[in-house]
C-alpha cells in the first residue's frame, strides 16, 4: 500500500510530501449532516511549514480519498501536531436566507455554491422541481438537506451530497455502487446488528397546509392500521409550505408513510480497508445468519472511517437502514 499526502502553502507556493512523517492518517465521511474530514498526526520536520487554509491532497495507492483545507493544528510538546482538514461541504456551514421557487435540489446546489464561490462537479438532474422552499438564517448545509428531503418525499429518490475532490456533487447512490464486497469470507472482521421502531420509524403521518380563506388549516392524514396495531400508534407531524396543492400534499403523505413506516435495521461493520470508499456509496454484504435476516444485497452506508495506522488500513461503517 502506498500513501501520498501532500501538504501545500498557499503563501510561498511549496509543496511537502509528508507520508513518511505521518504517524497515522483517518478519512471520515458522513451522507448527512457533516463535510468530508481528514485527521493526521505529524511530526515537524526540516522546513514544513502550513497553516490554517492550506491545501491538503491525500491518496492511496494512486486514488484520491481527500482533498482539502486545514482547519485546525493542536500541537503537544513533543513536536507532535494534530491536523484537521475538512473538505469542500465544510463552507456550506455558512448561514443564509433562500426563496426558491420551482427549482430542482440541483438547482439550488449551484446557486448556493455560486454564492459561496466553491466549485461544483457531477450534479444530477433530480427530476423534480420544488415548488416552494424558502429557508431563513439557516446553514446551506441544512437548506441542502432540506432540498434532497423535499426530493426524496415527493419522489422517492435519494440524492446524496458529497466533495469528490473536484468539487461539489450530487448523486443517487445507485449510480456510485463499489465494486467491492463485504462479508464472513471477505474483509469483514467484526460487526454489531440493530433493529428497532423508535429512531425514525412511524406508522401515521399527518401533514397540515395553512389555508388563508378559511383561517385555519387542510389536514393531509395517512396510516397502517397493520403496524399501528402492532407497535402502537407512531406519528409523524409536519407542516407544508402553503403554495402546495391537495395531489402534492397527498402524493407527499402517501411516500413518507412508505419511507417511514418500518422496523430500522442497521449495521456497524469493522473491516479492512477499500480505498475510496465512502458514505452515501452503495455496497454488497454478504452476511448469513445477521439474525432475523440473512443478508446479501447492496446497502447504503451512513458514514464510512478509514484509518491507515502501521502500514494498514482498516474501516468503520454504518450502514442507513437495511
Known amino acids: 500500500m ?29 451522507r448527512t449532516g457533516a463535510p468530508g474530514k481528514l485527521n493526521f498526526s505529524i511530526v ?9 487554509g492550506d491545501e491538503v491532497r491525500f491518496s492511496a495507492d494512486g486514488r484520491l480519498q481527500f482533498y ?11 513536536g507532535v501536531i494534530e491536523v484537521t482538514c475538512y473538505d469542500r461541504l465544510r463552507y456550506l456551514k455558512a448561514s443564509a436566507s433562500y426563496n426558491f421557487v420551482n427549482l430542482s435540489a440541483g438547482d439550488i446546489l449551484r446557486r448556493i455554491a455560486g454564492d459561496l464561490q466553491l466549485q461544483t462537479s457531477l450534479v444530477a438532474d433530480t427530476g423534480y422541481a420544488i415548488p416552494s422552499l424558502v429557508k431563513q438564517e439557516q446553514t446551506c448545509l441544512d437548506i441542502m438537506a432540506a432540498a434532497i428531503q423535499q426530493t426524496l418525499l415527493n419522489t422517492g429518490k435519494l440524492f ?5 475532490g473536484a468539487g461539489l456533487c450530487l448523486q443517487e447512490p445507485e449510480s456510485m455502487k463499489s465494486d467491492a464486497v463485504i462479508g464472513a469470507g471477505s474483509l469483514l472482521t467484526d460487526y454489531s446488528y ?31 392500521s397493520k403496524t399501528i396495531a402492532q407497535w402502537g400508534l ?8 402553503e403554495n402546495m396543492n391537495d395531489a402534492q400534499a397527498q402524493a407527499r403523505a402517501r411516500a413518507s408513510l412508505e419511507y417511514y413506516n418500518r422496523r430500522l ?29 440473512n443478508l446479501d444485497q447492496y446497502v447504503l452506508l451512513e458514514q464510512a472511517e478509514h484509518a491507515w495506522e502501521n502500514g494498514v488500513h482498516t474501516m468503520e461503517l454504518e450502514t442507513m437502514a437495511l
Open 234 to 241: 407512531l406519528e409523524l407531524y409536519q407542516k407544508l409550505d
Open 160 to 164: 446524496v451530497l458529497f466533495d469528490d
Open 265 to 293: 435495521r442497521t449495521l456497524k461493520v469493522s473491516s479492512l480497508g477499500v480505498p475510496g470508499l465512502r458514505a452515501g456509496q452503495m455496497v454488497l454484504f454478504q452476511i448469513p445468519g445477521l439474525g432475523d435476516i
Open 68 to 78: 482539502g483545507w486545514v482547519f485546525t493544528k493542536v500541537k503537544d510538546r513533543w
Open 44 to 52: 515537524k520536520s526540516g522546513d514544513l511549514d502550513f497553516v490554517e
Open 2 to 30: 502506498s500513501l501520498e499526502l501532500l501538504i501545500s502553502n498557499k503563501r510561498t507556493k511549496q509543496i511537502w510530501e509528508v507520508s513518511n512523517s505521518v504517524q497515522s492518517v483517518r478519512w471520515t465521511t458522513n
Open 194 to 224: 440493530q433493529t428497532d421502531i423508535d429512531r425514525q420509524t412511524y406508522n401515521m403521518v399527518k401533514l397540515v397546509r395553512p389555508n388563508k380563506q378559511t383561517g385555519g388549516a387542510d389536514a393531509f392524514v395517512v396510516q397502517d
